[in-house]
Nanobody, 126 residues
Framework: QVQLVESGGGLVQAGESLTLACVAS????????MGWFRQVSGKEREFLAA????????YYEDSVKGRFTLTKDNARTTTYLHISALKPDDTAIYYC???????????????????WGRGTQVTVSS
């Protein structure tokens, strides 16, 4: 059974930085794509970034390039999403997700992912 658990969310002030973590367990495949999304109540789930588990390939949504950084620690089976210069518009529930194998087509679509975490709330105050 695959389990993804996000952590690191909370209440922060605008302009600060925050690092979210996603710990993966139960993976039986040697390759995967690990993605991050966020969702605001009443809006569609928004793709942020993805990284290959066994490769160095990283893909960022254009809207977050330069402010979001996605890294990984294979030994800890963990990915990290670092967000700088937080804005009130960043307030959302942040989710991590995984595609088993390493398929890079349509990674922006939530339906392409096999597993999801339950999310961590990020609230940015002005």
């Amino acid at each position: 059974q695959v389990q993804l658990v996000e952590s690191g969310g909370g209440l922060v002030q605008a302009g600060e930085s925050l690092t979210l973590a996603c710990v993966a367990s139960g993976l039986t495949f040697s390759s995967a794509v690990m993605g991050w999304f966020r969702q605001v109540s009443g809006k569609e789930r928004e793709f942020l970034a993805a990284i290959g588990w066994k490769t160095r390939v990283t893909y960022y949504e254009d809207s977050v390039k330069g402010r979001f950084t996605l890294t990984k620690d294979n030994a800890r089976t963990t990915t990290y999403l670092h967000i700088s210069a937080l804005k009130p518009d960043d307030t959302a529930i942040y989710y991590c997700a995984a595609i088993l194998g390493e398929t890079w087509s349509l990674i922006r679509g939530p339906t392409q992912y096999d597993y999801w975490g339950r999310g961590t709330q990020v609230t940015v105050s002005s």
